[in-house]
Every structure is written in C-alpha cells, then in structure tokens.
C-alpha cells in the first residue's frame, strides 16, 4: 500500500502474506471539505435469532409509543431505549401446520416460504431475505455475508416433524433449494475475516499450528506504520482502537483454544469457549469486526437453533430450553424458560452496546444499522406463529426513528418488515415469501 494523498480511498486494506486487514471507517475517507454529517454511510443488516419461542408475558410491554415500559424479558435493553423499536403483531402464517413446528420455525422466519416436506433428500424453500440482500450489494464488500451461531448443526436425515433436518440447521438460503451453514468456529470466522496461512485440517497439525501461530497484524506492521505516518491524530486513534479489537480477539481465541486442548472430548469447536455467553459474545464481537471494517454489510447470528435442547447451568439448572419451553403452564418450568430468555436478551444487550460505542462521523455503528433480534414463535407450549416477538434496533441511517413500541395488526406478516428493512438499504423487491405489501410507523407514529 502506497499513501499518495491525504484522502484515502474507503477500500484501503492493509496487506501482508496471506492476510487482508480492512480498514474502519477514517476522516481522512471523507472527501476533503465535506462535513461529517454529509457522509452517507453504508447501512448494515443482521439477524441476531433465538429459538423455541418466548414468555410473551413477560416481553410484551405494557403502553404503546414512546410511552413504553420495559418488561422483565426487555430490562437489560433499557439503556437502548432511543435506539430501538418493539414491534407487536407480526405473524408468520406459513410456520403453521400439522407437524414440525421447529422446522417450519426455522424455514419460515427469513423466506416467509413454507418448507417442502415430500422428500428429505428434495429440499425446497425460497431465497432468505438476508441472501436478497447480499445478492444485491454483496458486490461492494469482500464478502457478500457472514451466517454466523453459537451451536453445531450436525444432525442429517428426517428432523422435527419428519421434515428435512437442512430446514432446522439454516436459516439463510441463497435461493430454493441451496441454504448457507452457518459458522460456529470463532478461528474459522476470523480467517475468513482476515485470511490464513494455514490450510491443513488435521487436528494435531492444527494444535502444533495454533502453537506458534503469529497475529494477523504482525503481518502487516510495516504497512500499518506508513499508515499512520499520515494520519491526523483522531484517525490514528480510532485506527489503533480498531487493531487493537482485533489483537484482543485473536487472543481470546488462542485462550479459548488452549483451554479447549485439555479437554479434546468436548463437543464445540475447538475455538468456540464451552461457556454459552463467552461464546456469543466472542461471535459478536466477530459480526461488529466485519461490519466496521465493511467485509460485509450483511450478517445473521443464530444464538442457538430451532428445537435447541442445550442446558445453562451457568443459571443454576440443568433443564435443556426445548424441554422447558413445553411448561403446561408450571410455575417452576415457566420461571427456568424466562431466565434462558432473559440470559439470551443479556447477550443481545452486549452486541448493541458494542455497536453504539463505535463512531462513524456524527453518529455510530449502530445508527448507521438495521438489528432484528427475535424468534419465530410466540407463545412456545402451544406452537404459536403469530404475534412474535421482534425488536429492531439502529437507525438506517436516518431512515428509521427508533424509541417507541409499534403495534400492528395482526394480520401482518413479518416478511413485510423484511421488504421495508431492504427499500431501507436500497434494494427493490417487490416479494418475499408471504409478503403483501410493506409496514408503516418505522419513521412516525
């Protein structure tokens, strides 16, 4: 990299041997005498998703407006009053049938397509609205978009309900019949962030790697030098801070790996820690990675999936979350399922507030970004596709007010938020799934 001009060019990477470290965003981007505020920025999507329902007692806030109150399930969001949206009323017809609702949880929530049950080995769905969205802008990043979770997706053959178990392990799907695994594996998501020399997937070799692995950024310490040779003191900061999340993490990772050695039986990937929250938010920490330095503009997080059995005992229970969810209305089994909730929601709270806290120009990360956080279902002991809990959070760069609680009727179905979050980024669909038309009140009353 040569630095000829004080304006640098918003595709600056620093290289080095086998590694692209891309750049957030820099002052010395904006063209010269052109103010902060008139920057347009580049608006991001992601879909943080969380199975098996929720206690809708406990999330649905009482008032409408700005007017709301935050409930039990909503409190660790609280400091995010001004940056979010509730949003009450969406459905998701096509979830509903006879058998397999997980499946159909899963299949629905980002097509609004109902999912082929004929055949396991005939899949058929429909494009997700993420994939619209990379298909659409994906060209203007490194990568088109990043399908991100924090619980392996192993299982093959006949899932919930006889369906086909793709239906439950994807959520992204890049057309009808071809969906998009998501990544569990911290180290394989930051390679594919930044690169890697190495290609073995060997577990031992890949030990004896890990052991004298070098950071990504010892790579390119000569180019970051001449970088900041030129850089106004601001910049400089903010380039440091950056280089400095993403050494941070690196080391985590190591951490997590070396921990993991010593106990080579366990299930996770060898890079993802054993601890749910450590692991969701090391994934978090990955998505904002990816999203200030503009790899990609598109991402879904998947905290866990559809039909998810997976203990916390870091609550103080060994109950598995799907079996809890069918409570029958039992006090005991009610109150375990809203601390899943809550604990998932605490993890929610952690990736926003790291977005907020990164500067673009006048305003954030996250003010330059559309966040949906929610599930498929609703009430979970009964297999409730309607009125499903959703909250968006971020501004869209200036296209979305948030601080209120909106409800809709209930005949809406949420594909017609997902067409309006695309019109919000610029990309034209005229259909998605069930969709008939797009929401209103994401700017006004």
């Not at 001004?82 to 929530?109: E, K």
Request: proline letters at 6%.
């Amino acid at each position: 990299m040569i630095v000829t001009r004080k304006h640098l060019p918003r595709r600056t990477f620093l290289k080095g041997l086998g590694t692209v470290v891309a750049l957030p965003f820099l002052d010395a981007m904006v063209p010269a005498f052109a103010a902060p505020s008139s920057t347009k920025y580049p608006v991001r999507l992601a879909f943080p998703y969380v199975p098996n329902g929720m206690m809708m007692q406990y999330w649905t806030p009482q008032g409408v407006g700005k007017d709301f109150e935050f409930t039990r399930l909503l409190k660790p969001l609280e400091a995010f009053r001004q940056d979010m949206l509730v949003l009450t009323g969406l459905h998701h017809s096509n979830g509903v049938g006879p058998s397999g609702d997980h499946a159909r949880a899963s299949a629905t929530y980002l097509t609004g397509v109902a999912p082929y049950e004929g055949s396991l080995s005939d899949i058929r769905l429909g494009i997700s609205v993420d994939q619209v969205a990379a298909q659409a802008i994906g060209s203007q990043t490194r990568l088109p978009s990043i399908e991100l979770g924090c619980e392996s997706t192993r299982e093959v053959g006949a899932c919930d309900g006889g369906f086909s178990c793709a239906y439950m392990n994807n959520m992204s799907w890049r057309n009808a019949t071809t969906p998009l695994p998501l990544e569990t594996n911290p180290r394989l998501v930051f390679e594919r962030l930044y690169g890697s020399l190495d290609t073995s997937t060997d577990p031992k070799v890949q030990l004896r790697l890990d052991a004298n692995r070098k950071s990504v950024l010892d790579y390119v310490t000569d180019e970051t030098r001449r970088l900041e040779g030129s850089l106004g003191a601001p910049d400089k900061l903010k380039l440091q801070e950056y280089l400095g999340a993403v050494r941070d993490i690196e080391k985590q990772i190591g951490r997590v790996e070396k921990q993991n050695q010593l106990n080579p039986q366990i299930e996770k990937p060898m890079s993802a820690p054993t601890v749910f929250a450590e692991h969701a938010r090391l994934m978090s920490d990955l998505l904002v990675l990816a999203f200030q330095a503009d790899v990609t503009r598109v991402a879904t997080l998947i905290y866990a999936k559809e039909g998810s059995a997976r203990a916390y005992p870091e609550l103080g229970f060994g109950d598995g979350h799907h079996p809890l969810t069918h409570h029958r209305k039992r006090p005991d089994m009610v109150e375990k399922c809203a601390l899943i909730e809550r604990h998932h929601v605490e993890q929610l709270a952690y990736l926003i507030g790291k977005m907020k806290s990164i500067q673009e120009g006048d305003g954030s990360l996250l003010d330059h970004s559309m966040v949906v956080y929610g599930s498929s279902m609703s009430e979970p002991n009964t297999h409730i596709h309607a009125n499903v809990p959703c909250l968006l959070f971020g501004r869209g760069d200036g296209s979305i007010k948030p601080g209120r609680h909106v409800v809709y009727s209930t005949d809406t179905p949420q594909t017609n938020l997902w067409l309006t979050l695309l019109d919000r980024m610029g990309v034209r669909t005229e259909k998605l799934g069930d969709s008939t038309g797009k929401v209103e009140h994401l700017t006004d009353v």
